[in-house]
């Protein structure tokens, strides 16, 4: 664009680098250490899964139901299991300026980034973040739970595209030999954090009725689930009540 332009060494050595580094399967968002979410760019360092436009559904669907419920002005209390970069987390925040949030996770490198994204954009004063283990550790009672986990089945993880495979941490990546090992870590902890809420899961394609099986089970109920598909048109965020009317009323 400005051939005119006469480029110092050390610009011209940056760029053969990031070229390289394309070339070899990293994504522009991995070379230049941040990656655009919901309006907003996250900062990513090595203990983070790169945030995509398909996670932007979860988002999407915990901001209809707060305002099928017209909670947009009341205080609520978000927790966000396995937060990575914080994406999920702090774009909520910053969509709804009463809440608060906690975000857990077993990478405390990923937190570092997520401590950093929430400063950048300016909702640290409401946000904490956690080592943790699914739920282990957490006090709440918590409104709302959030979660983007590990889910792809492990046997294959071989067969990802290397953008994924090569680049995103296997600890955001392996969901146990089903794929379902997070979200069983989840259920088993849930209705004593989350006692009278909502609980919103990313899914990966084909998992909505395993996933909502582990829930069913944990919750003593199958009623309420709500399903958002992603922009290819696939299953990408369920949800549904913590408190079943089938059981507790």
Known sequence: MRPETLLDRYVLEAVDSAVAKRINGMTIGRIVGERSF???????????????????TLVAAVLEIVGEESLFDVPLRIIDV???TGCLLISLLAELPCATGVGSDLSERALDAAQANAVR????????????????????????LISNPPYIQRSDISGLDATVRCHDPLLALDGGIDGLDVYGKIGGQLGGVVPDGWV?????????????????????????WRVWQDINGIDRCVARKT???????
């Open 243 to 249: 408190r079943s009317s089938e059981v507790y009323e």
């Open 82 to 84: 396995g937060t990575g």
């Open 121 to 144: 954009h300016g909702v640290d004063s409401r946000a904490a973040f956690m080592t943790a283990d699914g739920l282990a550790g957490l006090a709440g009672p918590f409104d709302i």
């Open 200 to 224: 919103f899961l990313e899914i990966g394609a084909g998992m909505r009725a395993d996933v909502c099986g582990v829930f069913d089970a944990a919750l003593g109920s199958t009623d309420g």
């Open 38 to 56: 919901y309006g907003r760019s996250f900062m990513l360092n090595e203990a983070t899964l790169e945030p995509r436009p398909d996670s932007e």
